[in-house]
């Protein structure tokens, strides 16, 4: 089954910088568009940046300036490295790819189970 895995979250001080990834695997035919959405405590889940397979990356007016969107095609990763950070970019942060798996013909959102990011002094 297709999965994609997050790691890099943690606790970070004001101003400080941390990188998130994201690796799918899986039966994975192809990856179109990769990205990030985060959910800080009691607000909605909200886009925070995108990246398509051509390498076109859009960012939230929260996070532009301060993050930046890659992806590694060949080990089928997207990063999100974050800096400047402030109190108010506090929360879990999740993964998303659009993937088509070998066993059908058409592309699918898949989600990882997001990791925390705290930022706190």
């Known amino acids: 089954q297709v999965q994609l895995v997050e790691s890099g979250g943690g606790l970070v001080q004001p101003g400080g910088s941390l990188r998130l990834s994201c690796a799918a695997s899986g039966s994975i035919f192809d990856i179109n568009a990769l990205g990030w959405y985060r959910q800080a405590p009691g607000k909605g889940r909200e886009l925070v940046a995108t990246i398509t397979s051509g390498g076109t990356t859009t960012y939230s007016d929260s996070v532009k300036g301060r993050f930046t969107i890659s992806r590694d095609n060949a080990k089928n990763t997207v990063l999100l490295q974050m800096s400047y950070l402030d109190r108010d970019d506090t929360a879990v942060y999740y993964c998303?790819?659009?993937?088509?798996?070998?066993?059908?013909?058409?592309?699918?959102?898949?989600w990882g189970q997001g990791t925390e990011v705290a930022v706190s002094s």
């Open positions: 998303y790819a659009l993937i088509r798996p070998h066993t059908d013909t058409t592309y699918y959102t898949f």
